[in-house]
């Protein structure tokens, strides 16, 4: 291994390309390059926020008991392989998406409320305002420490103006970050795009050409590669290969997903130039944000699978119903039977993203204990419309912060805003509210 150590901004560079690098022994000292952040941890943390919509079957998301010895309760049960590195949260409220004199719009203002305790101004015209998002606050304090401040992503496109839902802008029911009060942050639902953003390819003719010749990214920067790699030890060299097949992979999966036939599915047209099959479609974008966190792209990330009020089938798990309509089930038992099988398998999805964080070494740790990952939704119980005792957990350790593997339960009309402030402290960044919050939200650490 090289005496003089690598600089942890090394980059791998080729035509109109430039790949970050995981982190490397002969980088030296994790300590070293997050020192600015925190003298006392030994990697930066990252956050992201997962969204899924109209709530969910809240019998079978609940835990029975609190504490570190509650059980997994049917929908939760896919999260058996990283249950100590979850705490489920109940009896949070998103008091910013209830009516407060403004009718209908329940899922515009879910969404819209969830990162910003904000209550969204009623329009469907230009005049829309909301609140500043949680990720967003991150991203002016920290963004400036990574080549990305942020990345937005999705599962399911939307439109930016126009009514979707009472007299509520379609921004709102299809967007979860925001810049300013005035400024969604629309998001990329496109894999390829959201690659080509992470891995730095041109635009224009470069773009034109790489795609005309099919080349990998990685095809761009084999000399770099070949002259770093005789500069590392053999750990080094196993963690390289193992990145560099990771980004073929997911590059031969986005080239596979182009020619897969679409999932035919009542009233939902799957959006030109992603997966056909949209589990792949999830997987695809958590596997991009496992790379923009690995190489410190990026130490933010909000992710939303499907727009609020989606009334999007799920035929390949049986369920050719729309999820909108199924939420308003009407207790009828065959409904929740649905309405529960979708909801496991978004938090499936779920559970191969922290697997896949928890596979990659880091310090003395993995990834996944470097990460705050929370998921949930603005709704509860989506025949009810109800925006308290929301479903809601957080994933990782936050850098040995969150004693995890627990159940905890807050009192009623406790603000989500509060686990943002939470979540804010670890990633050292200190404000004195947001949104509707009171203070940071008590015993994650025990």
């Known amino acids: 291994m090289s005496r003089d ?11 109109s390309t430039a790949i970050a690098l995981p982190w490397l022994e002969a980088m030296g000292p994790m300590a ?15 956050m ?27 929908i939760l049960e896919p999260l058996a392989p990283v249950r100590d590195d979850i705490t489920v949260l109940t009896g949070l409220t998103a008091d910013g998406a209830r009516a407060h004199g403004d009718g209908g719009g329940d899922h515009a203002r879910a969404l819209a409320s969830f990162l910003t305790g904000a209550h969204p101004v009623k329009t469907d015209g230009t005049d829309i305002r909301n609140g500043v998002s949680v990720d967003q606050v991150a991203a002016s304090r920290i963004g400036d420490q990574t080549r990305l401040a942020s990345l937005e992503i999705g599962c399911e496109s939307g439109a930016m103006a126009g009514n979707c839902d009472s007299g509520y802008s379609c921004v709102y029911s299809s967007t979860m970050a925001w810049r300013s009060a005035t400024q969604p942050l629309p998001k990329e639902v496109n894999p390829k795009l959201v690659f080509e953003r992470l891995f730095g390819a041109g635009a224009g003719a470069d773009r034109v050409k790489r795609d005309k010749l ?4 990685l095809d761009f920067v084999r000399q770099d590669a070949s002259d770093l790699a005789g500069k590392l030890g053999k750990n080094d060299q196993r963690k390289l290969d193992e990145y560099f097949s990771s980004i073929r992979d997911i590059e031969q999966r986005i080239a596979r997903a182009a020619t897969l036939p679409e999932v035919k599915a009542p009233d939902y047209p799957v959006p030109a130039g992603v ?5 792949e479609h999830i997987r695809l974008m958590c596997d991009l944000m496992v ?11 909000s992710f939303v699978l499907t727009n609020e009020g989606s ?12 999820h909108h309509e199924l939420s308003h089930h009407g207790n009828d038992p065959k409904k929740k039977e649905k309405i529960r099988d979708i909801n496991k398998f978004h938090v499936t999805q779920l559970s191969y993203l922290l697997q896949k964080l928890k596979a990659i070494p880091e310090g003395e740790g993995t990834l996944l204990d470097h990460c705050l990952i929370a998921y949930g939704s603005a709704n509860s119980d989506g025949n009810a419309h109800n925006h308290d005792d929301l479903p809601v957990l957080l994933a990782g350790k936050g850098g040995g912060t969150i004693r995890s593997g627990r159940h905890i339960r807050y009192p009623k009309e406790t603000p989500i805003s509060n686990l943002w402030l939470s ?10 509210f947001l949104g509707d919050s009171t203070g940071a939200l008590s015993g994650l650490m025990g």
């Open 5 to 15: 150590p690598i600089s942890r901004r090394l980059v791998l560079k080729g035509l």
């Open 48 to 74: 992201a926020f997962l969204y899924v919509p109209n709530g969910k079957n809240m019998a079978d998301w609940t835990p029975a008991t609190e504490g570190s010895a509650f059980e997994l309760t049917p």
């Open 214 to 217: 099919r080349q990998s990214v």
């Open 32 to 46: 070293s390059w997050a020192e600015e952040a925190s003298p006392t941890k030994t990697a930066p943390n990252r």
């Open 311 to 322: 009334n999007k089938a799920y035929p390949f798990i049986g369920v050719s119903e729309g």
């Open 275 to 279: 997966p056909g099959d949209f589990q």
């Open 291 to 301: 790379l923009a966190f690995q190489t410190d792209s990026t130490r933010v990330c």
């Open 423 to 432: 979540m804010l402290e670890r990633m050292d960044v200190k404000i004195p």
